[in-house]
């Protein structure tokens, strides 16, 4: 069993920039391959960015792609997803996500364990 608790979430005006962090509890950490996704009042849970076991490879939704970067540090058991350039759009709940394998399957949707979320708000 793991769980994942988010925070850093917040209101910001557009152009700002925020910094999600996800501590995962248990050992095994690094088998696990992160994401992130968001999800809007109406809409469908939405990937945004994925990282491998090792932090070696990451993927990312178009939509914010060349804005956010995620990163792991496998010695604290988090996940971190920097949030630049924000835009109105942006607007969710953000919530981590972990799967015990390969990169592709957090891309695609195969999720094990999920966070509560952290909401976040970008104003115009």
């Known amino acids: 069993q793991v769980q994942l608790v988010e925070s850093g979430g917040g209101l910001v005006q557009a152009g700002a920039s925020l910094r999600l962090a996800c501590a995962a509890s248990?050992?095994?950490?690094?088998?696990?391959?992160m994401g992130w996704f968001r999800q809007s009042p109406g809409k469908e849970r939405e990937f945004v960015a994925s990282?491998?076991?090792?932090?070696?490879?990451?993927d990312y939704a178009d939509s914010v792609k060349g804005r956010f970067t995620i990163s792991r540090d496998n010695a604290k058991n988090t996940v971190y997803l920097q949030l630049n350039n924000l835009k109105p759009e942006d607007t969710a709940v953000y919530y981590c996500?972990?799967?015990?394998?390969?990169?592709?399957?957090?891309?695609?949707?195969?999720?094990?364990?999920w966070g509560q979320g952290t909401q976040v708000t970008v104003s115009a």
């Open positions: 990282i491998s076991q090792s932090g070696g490879s990451t």
């Open positions: 996500a972990a799967t015990r394998g390969n990169i592709a399957l957090v891309t695609r949707g195969a999720i094990r364990y």
């Open positions: 248990g050992r095994t950490f690094s088998d696990y391959s």
